[in-house]
């Protein structure tokens, strides 16, 4: 362990037997505060913190078989898998962090909106698909806020690299990642892509040349709006 990276393990144990968690990256066995073999990942989490203006980040590293990097408002802990540092550049990793670390600063403000929507669907059954497509738009907006935060502290075009790079990694080892590059391929399918198909419908997403089925489609968006922070950088 790293000194003043302790967090109580019984909290820990609990995320372990989070459903919501182990969907996003996958076995949650090796969960664990940052040890010494973490250090690097752990400084970049501490310059990023910094660099962002926000204080006591909660790293929690995990060995889980997608690459899932993500912050959990719910235990207020940033998750990162051990081997994220190997796929992307440190400057990337960095820009990841620092929109991860955005999410953390957001935390009261999704509260609140998640308070507010459950409310609203409360009071009237009827509104409750209403309901949920403010809260989706709100969470949408939280995510090109973060990208946006990445973008100043770092450049987007880390961002924007960094992120094409995960995605790629994340579809490898994850077959909903697959489906949803892949809308025309069956699911029987899936074990003959190669990383280099992946790769070049991830860039085809960020570039523009693919259209994804869904108009409004996340992703796609984020890509185009870190395009637009720096039209003239080199790709
Ligand atoms: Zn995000």
Redesign the pocket.
């Known amino acids: 362990m790293i000194a003043g990276t302790n967090f109580p393990p019984a909290r820990i144990e609990q995320i372990k037997g989070d459903p919501e968690v182990m969907g996003m990256v996958g076995d949650l066995s090796g969960l664990s505060v940052p040890g010494p073999q973490h250090r690097e990942l752990h400084d970049m989490v501490k310059e990023a913190e910094a660099e962002v203006g926000a204080k006591d980040v909660h790293l929690l590293v995990h060995r889980g078989s997608i690459l899932g990097t993500a912050y959990l408002p719910k235990y207020d802990v940033l998750l990162v898998n051990e081997r994220f540092p190997q796929v992307v550049l440190p400057i990337e990793c960095k820009a990841i962090l620092a929109?991860?670390i955005d999410?953390k600063e957001k935390r009261g403000l999704v509260t609140k909106a998640v308070t507010a929507v459950t409310k609203l669907a409360g009071e009237d059954g009827g509104r409750l698909q209403d309901a949920r497509a403010v809260l989706f738009r709100f969470l949408t907006f939280l995510?090109f806020a973060?990208d946006a935060r990445s973008a100043k502290t770092y450049g987007a075009e880390h961002m924007y690299n960094g992120l094409q790079k995960v995605m790629v990694a994340c579809a490898m080892e994850d077959d909903r990642i697959k489906a949803y590059l892949f809308p025309e391929r069956r699911i029987e399918e899936y074990h003959t892509l190669t990383e280099d198909e992946i790769r070049n419908r991830v860039t085809g997403i960020a570039d523009g040349t693919f259209e994804p089925l869904d108009k409004g489609d996340v992703l796609a968006e984020r890509f185009k709006r870190l395009r637009n922070f720096a039209p003239s950088w080199e790709r």
Do not use: G, P, R
Request: glycine share 0%; charged share 40%.
């Open positions: 929109h991860e999410h995510e973060a």
